[in-house]
């Protein structure tokens, strides 16, 4: 049954997945990161403290966030503003650069030219040395959403996330976004994105709302 069919039989009220990326972090040499990556810099720690005023409203039931230490963080702020739990979870990690970890882009260019051609041919299929494609964060995060959307049916909560695990979100309820096109979304720093969820349909409310 699609959104129309729901609407015509009269909607009911919608599950609402608030979105938000963690940071900025302290990440001065500009490194590839994940888990556990860097801590939030202070300008992210004012940024998350402002967005959880912003979110006063919105009747969250939870917060969530990957175990890294910056959306830990950021997740912990939030919840704490706003006076209810969060619960980290490992699904919901960056996607692992393997031995790119913490290195420059200029320097995995430098060292791994092939590896670096072989990416730009398969954005979402190709893994790092050690690492993971998009394609398999997708495929370990998107379970985990879906179980916090059911979890939550017809309330409110937020998933503090990194890029490639918002996306994955974002195709829940725009499933013509297949993961080689993920990276046509910005996912911007402590702005919020909302999706709406009528059961298993879904809509996008507004992206990097500041």
């Known amino acids: 049954m699609g959104l129309l069919a729901r609407f015509l ?5 919608p599950t609402r997945l608030y979105l938000t990326r963690a940071g900025p972090v302290e990440n001065p ?6 888990h556990p990556g860097p801590p939030l ?6 940024a998350f403290r402002a967005l959880a005023e912003r979110l006063a409203g919105a009747e969250l039931e939870a917060v969530y966030a ?5 959306d830990a963080e950021a997740a912990a702020l939030v919840a704490g503003v706003l006076g209810v739990g969060y619960e980290l979870r490992a699904e919901l990690r960056e996607r692992s650069w393997g031995a790119w970890e913490g290195l420059p882009f200029a320097e995995v260019q430098r060292r791994w030219p092939r590896e670096v051609a072989a ?5 979402a299929g190709f893994a790092p040395p050690g690492g993971e494609s998009v394609r398999a964060v997708w495929a370990r995060s998107q379970p985990v959403l879906k179980a916090l959307i059911e979890r939550h049916r017809a309330g409110a909560f937020l998933v503090v996330a990194n890029c490639t695990t918002s996306r994955a979100a974002l195709a829940l309820a725009l499933p013509f976004l297949p993961p080689e096109e993920g990276l ?3 996912q911007n720093e402590a702005e919020l994105s909302l999706l709406r ?5 879904g809509t996008l409310a507004f992206l990097n709302r500041p």
């Open 29 to 34: 040499r500009g490194v590839l990161y994940s």
């Open 184 to 186: 046509r979304i910005e």
């Open 66 to 70: 990957a175990d890294a230490r910056a």
């Open 197 to 201: 969820f009528y059961g298993g349909a």
């Open 9 to 13: 039989e009269g909607a009911p009220p």
């Open 41 to 46: 810099a202070d300008a992210g720690r004012a």
């Open 119 to 123: 990416w730009t041919a398969d954005e």
